[in-house]
């Protein structure tokens, strides 16, 4: 059965209906993740047969892939992060708009998998803040959508203001991101 | 000097024929000639090899390194595969040099082919083609300062700290 | 200056504008849903019954996305942009005739913001404006890619706009008028059949693909162009700056099906009704069926979209310029013997 | 490189040139068009571009480092991760390599179970390549098409070992099971279905006129270039050499089936495209005769050595716990020796040069990867043409980024 999106809470009457604007918006934002495939590897692949039509990742309203980090909401991180592609990752979730979430696709993304080598980066968790890890070598389709679905849960239950809390802030300078 | 039939025999014979004591020693494993010769003469043998008439070694299919530390003096060998199309015959061309001078001349002039394949092998082992257009790393980052697949260098990655090595012999 | 028509022209325009921009949103989850349907897919489904919420959830989102505005930017052009493309967008509609008029309160009210006398002549001028939201947004970004966006959609826009206009020409040539109302009123003979396509095949068929070039639909989407230059003139963009553009698009879309409605099949003029006798009753039939023509051309609009490869750039000149030109021309004369032979006008 | 352009070169006009026309494009690493990671830094006159220059190594994961500190068994899980759209050629390349240096023989039966396998790898592989041609092109829905088809092959090997993607299929000494008759009965719907399902892709593209426009002459590189360069694959092919190793050096029974090699003419996207669609239609035959002739025997090499044995042996039977343990913990008894054994890969000679010194690593492992070796010659193929013929150019040559870094 297909789960459709439950109505806020909120104060009902006769006619109206308020509820606070960081749940609406919250589920504005679950409900339209443009994910910026950073596909490198083998799940780049899996991510292809996610956005077919077996597996329709569009269900989520997430079909519409923005290849430019300016309008992405979530940054999918697919394959072997390789140490000279490091920096140019760092570069693109700089790069990317808040909120934005980032969620790390496959054992080489998570933790370098069975690539624990002089030349991978192990786990991209070193040079961006990660939400959500999928495991798998790589995931199944269902298995990545799972993951977007945590990410919809993410963005539903966040506040409108995290993004400018300090602990936010100190975050992000932890990893060395610059913060306006 | 003609070649009638193309077998692993006839090449050899060939070959010693041409160039006499440069063929160092060959092989036959698996039914697959292996010759070995000096480093400095790979171009000129492969050149004599690839417009004989008959012979015909029209392409180059692989060329990589290889690292011997134990055997002093020729620590570090190129192999190139080569493949004759027009006789179905392929063969193995090895070439040791010393560690501490890996210069071996280059087959970008013969094979546009080999000029990726240089700048991997000296990536991976530090080899100096000589003559080679553009010999930089191709695959790891420019700011490396050795060559990995060198046998004395470890495989994993030093910077990881969740690792227990004591109980792995690391 | 009469009160009542001021009133009259506001609330007609209040309604048309928030119909546009309502039609533009859902315009975003009718592409999503025609493309999921093509696709043998389903399409957004999660956001409300049936994904009817996404349009609003994309809005809702983009609404409270974060600002970007590079360093490196123009910074006011990068803002202006997206502006001008918004705002070319939606005053397009102010010339088209929805329907004849309705009688209320013992006023006729025309059902169009404004009959000018020279409609045509207001779109093609108000649409020549429109190139600029996109040439000063991806110029202003001063990213390469949006630049290539930029210069394609400008080059683009001008040969189509040439192609567009002699195929217009035509059909003015066939109504002696340049006011859309005129036009679609010409139309309503053999019963509300007597459409401009029986007479301009060829004209429509230039039109219509000038039309797809001007949207920058596919198969002419090169200025944005997703595998060569990733977002092309608004890969800088963010939040509803992007919004701006992406609506600026699905506007001009539903414009664009109005305009091929009324230009070529009749308006809102349909079959069978000089029948009817009430005049409010037909003004809603007329809006009815002005609004299925139009929806029909946007399906076709999508319908290429998600069945043809784009063209190069190259081809794309050479297809304005050597063919939809010359084609336009050709349809000009053959209009003009045929008055002649035909009408001895 | 797109996004991350913007930064640091955000002017638009090059400063080494006098005249002020010639820009510096960077395309890559993480432009959608690259769909895996290397980055070209083109110097472009408007649209034209008048050199590239390509670096790679953006995933490099250090493959044979890895393959010389582990089992030989090990080893074919590396393989998966080379070419990941056709794993199973791989994966198979790589047992027949230390079969050949042990000196297994297979039955006959294993050597056409292999057949069935990598046919269907090969058309897999095709199917992502041609799709994204389509997809390059702006034509979304015929990749929806095939991934459709793509994922009944995925169902099949599934069936066979688990795993959809990296498959890691097969033993050395042949397979861990015999085929179970699910799968052949997927195999036999799938033969008589896929034809037709796939004539829609077909009748969208091919023939499409817009398509054709597109692809005809983009990209081109001549039969003495392209053997220069390297080339193997259906790349060489459609330059006009009808190389194959499937043919040439005949691997896993192969001269028992009857096939065509497609050719192209002039080496361009066009031709590439072609000839990988004929090769599809040229594998369904190949595994329709290999399904028809299907010898009986066993499903594996009688040699206890290598091949692990069954559970239920191994808690029964003295030698199987041996072998088993053996088998484990990497101690088979490999010979030393050097050799080299190529077979036909989706994208040509996928070559493995191995060198054993009788331990339990092998000495040297080398990979002769068919993406590597060819993507080269990409300079040179789009130098002089537009950006999109560029693209479409990368697509056509089937590019994967696994197998190019290595």
Redesign the interface.
């Known amino acids: 059965m297909?789960?459709?999106?439950d109505a806020p809470e909120g104060v009902e009457g006769h006619g109206f209906f308020a509820t606070s604007l960081d749940k609406?918006?919250g589920?504005?934002?679950?409900?339209?993740l443009w994910p910026l495939p950073?596909?490198?590897?083998?799940c780049?692949?899996?991510f292809?047969?996610t956005m077919?039509?077996?597996y329709?990742l569009?269900?989520?309203?997430s079909?519409?892939?923005?290849?430019?980090?300016?309008?992405a909401?979530l940054l999918m991180v697919m394959?072997?992060?390789?140490?000279?592609?490091g920096p140019?990752l760092k570069?693109?979730y700089d790069?990317m708009?808040?909120?934005k979430w980032v969620i790390a696709v496959g054992a080489c993304a998570s933790s370098?998998g069975?690539?624990?080598?002089?030349?991978?980066l192990?786990g991209i968790d070193k040079i961006i803040p990660v939400d959500v890890y999928v495991p798998g070598?790589?995931p199944?389709p269902e298995q990545i959508i799972e993951g977007v679905m945590k990410i919809q849960e993410l963005a539903k239950h966040e506040s409108?203001r995290r993004?400018n809390s300090d602990e936010y802030k100190k975050m992000l300078e932890s990893y060395n991101i610059e913060t306006i | 000097m003609s070649v009638q039939e193309i077998n692993n025999a006839s090449v050899l014979e060939a070959l010693a024929a041409e160039f006499g004591e440069l063929i160092i020693n060959s092989d036959e494993p698996y039914g697959f000639l292996t010759i070995e010769i000096p480093a400095e003469k790979n171009t000129a043998i492969i050149q004599w090899l690839m417009e004989h008439p008959t012979i015909k070694m029209n392409f180059l299919t692989d060329l990589c390194g290889v690292h011997f530390p134990d055997n002093k003096g020729k620590e570090i060998g190129v192999v190139y595969h080569l493949h004759s199309w027009t006789n179905n015959f392929r063969m193995r061309i090895k070439c040791f040099v010393a560690a501490a001078t890996p210069e071996v001349p280059t087959l970008t002039t013969l094979f546009d082919a080999a000029n990726w394949m240089e700048r991997e092998t000296f990536d991976f082992y530090g080899i100096q083609f000589v003559g080679h257009p553009d010999l930089r790393r191709i695959l790891n980052m420019d700011e490396m300062d050795y060559h990995p697949l060198l046998k004395q260098y470890a495989l994993e990655d030093e910077t990881r700290d969740d690792k227990d090595d004591r109980f792995f012999g690391r | 200056m009469d009160f009542a028509l001021l009133l009259e022209k506001s609330i007609l325009i209040l309604i048309l504008t928030a119909i546009t921009l309502g039609i533009a949103t859902y315009l975003t989850y009718g592409e999503r849903k025609v493309a999921a349907f093509l696709q043998d897919r389903l399409g957004p489904n999660r956001a409300g019954k049936f994904g009817l919420l996404q349009p609003l959830a994309d809005a809702g989102k983009m609404f409270f996305k974060e600002e970007l505005i590079p360093k490196s930017s123009e910074k006011w052009l990068f803002i202006i942009g997206p502006g001008v493309a918004m705002i070319t967008a939606c005053i397009t509609s102010a010339v088209i005739p929805w329907g004849s008029h309705l009688e209320l309160f013992g006023r006729n009210i025309e059902l169009q913001v404004a009959d000018v006398d020279i409609g045509i002549l207001y779109i093609m001028g108000i649409v020549g404006v429109g190139v600029y939201g996109i040439m000063i947004g991806g110029w202003a970004s001063n990213n390469k890619y949006s630049l290539y966006g930029a210069i394609r959609a400008s080059s683009q826009m001008i040969s189509y706009e040439l192609g567009m206009g002699l195929a217009l020409i035509a059909v003015i040539m066939m109504s002696g008028s340049l006011s859309l109302r005129e036009i679609v009123d010409q139309q309503s003979g053999w019963g509300g059949m007597k459409w401009n396509i029986i007479y301009q095949p060829l004209g429509f068929l230039i039109f219509f693909t000038c039309a797809l070039a001007e949207c920058n639909r596919a198969p002419f989407d090169l200025p944005e162009c997703e595998s060569e230059l990733i977002g092309g003139y608004h890969t800088e963009y963010s939040s509803m700056k992007l919004g701006f553009y992406l609506f600026a698009e699905y506007i001009n879309m539903f414009i664009s099906s109005a305009v091929i409605a009324c230009v070529y099949f009749g308006g809102y003029n349909f079959p069978g009704m000089h029948a009817i006798e009430s005049q409010n009753v037909l003004a809603v039939l007329q809006i009815v069926a002005i609004f299925m023509k139009i929806s029909f051309f946007i399906f076709t609009f999508m319908w290429i979209r998600w069945t043809l490869p784009r063209f190069r750039y190259d081809q794309l000149m050479h297809l304005g310029w050597k063919t939809m030109i010359p084609l336009a021309i050709v349809n000009m004369l053959l209009t003009g013997g045929g008055l002649l032979l035909f009408s001895g006008k | 490189m797109s996004q991350l352009d913007t930064h640091n070169h955000g002017n638009f006009v090059s400063t080494e040139t006098i005249d002020g026309e010639i820009a510096t494009l960077n395309l890559g690493p993480t432009h959608p068009a690259t769909h895996g990671v290397f980055q070209n830094v083109m110097k472009v006159d408007g649209e034209r571009i008048l050199s590239s220059e390509p670096t790679i190594g953006y995933i490099h994961r250090a493959f044979e480092k890895l393959a010389e500190r582990r089992p030989y068994n090990q080893i074919t899980p590396i393989t998966d991760r080379l070419n990941y759209c056709s794993s199973p050629i791989n994966n198979m390349g790589w047992h027949m390599t230390v079969e050949k240096l042990a000196g297994i023989n297979v039955p006959k039966k294993v050597d056409y179970m292999r057949v069935i396998i990598m046919e269907l790898a090969r058309i897999a592989d095709h199917l992502v390549c041609n799709s994204v041609i389509g997809v390059d092109t702006g034509a979304l829905t015929g990749f929806t098409y095939v991934f459709q088809e793509r994922e009944k092959i995925y169902e099949m090997f599934e069936e066979v070992c688990g795993a959809r993607l990296t498959t890691n299929i097969g033993r050395i000494g042949g397979f861990e099971r015999e085929f179970s008759p699910v799968f052949f009965s997927k195999l036999k719907k799938f033969l008589k279905e896929f034809p037709g399902k796939y004539q829609e892709f077909d009748d969208l593209l091919t023939r499409n006129r817009i398509f054709m426009d597109r692809v005809i002459g983009a990209g081109p590189i001549t039969p003495e270039k392209a053997i220069g360069y390297g080339f193997t694959g259906p790349n060489l092919r459609a330059a006009g050499v009808d190389y194959d190793v499937r043919v040439m050096n005949p691997y896993s029974s192969y001269e028992d089936f009857d096939f065509t090699i497609p050719i192209g003419k002039d080496g361009d996207t066009y031709d590439r495209f072609i000839v990988r669609q004929e090769e599809i239609k040229q594998s369904l035959y190949i595994i329709q005769q290999a399904l028809d002739a299907m010898p009986e025997g066993l499903y594996h090499a009688d040699v206890p050595a290598f091949y692990l044995p069954a559970k239920e042996e191994v808690y029964s039977s003295m030698e199987a716990l041996i072998y088993h343990f053996k088998i484990v913990m990497g101690e088979t008894p490999i010979p030393a020796g050097e050799v080299y054994h190529a077979v036909e890969g989706a994208n040509g000679e996928l070559g493995y040069y191995l060198i054993s010194d009788g331990g339990r690593t092998p000495y040297r492992l080398h990979f002769r990867r068919p993406c590597f070796i060819y993507y080269q010659a990409y300079p040179e193929m789009i130098k002089g043409s537009l950006l999109s013929d560029a693209i479409l150019t990368m697509s056509s040559m089937n590019v994967i980024a696994g197998e190019l870094d290595a």
């Open positions: 297909v789960k459709i999106v609406v918006i589920m504005a934002r679950a409900n339209s950073f596909a490198t590897s083998c780049g692949i899996e292809m047969a077919g039509s077996n329709d569009g269900r989520f309203g079909e519409r892939l923005s290849f430019s980090p300016r309008q909401d394959g072997t992060i390789a140490k000279k592609m140019v570069q693109v790069q708009a808040e909120p370098g069975i690539f624990d080598t002089y030349s991978v192990q070598c790589p199944r409108l993004r």
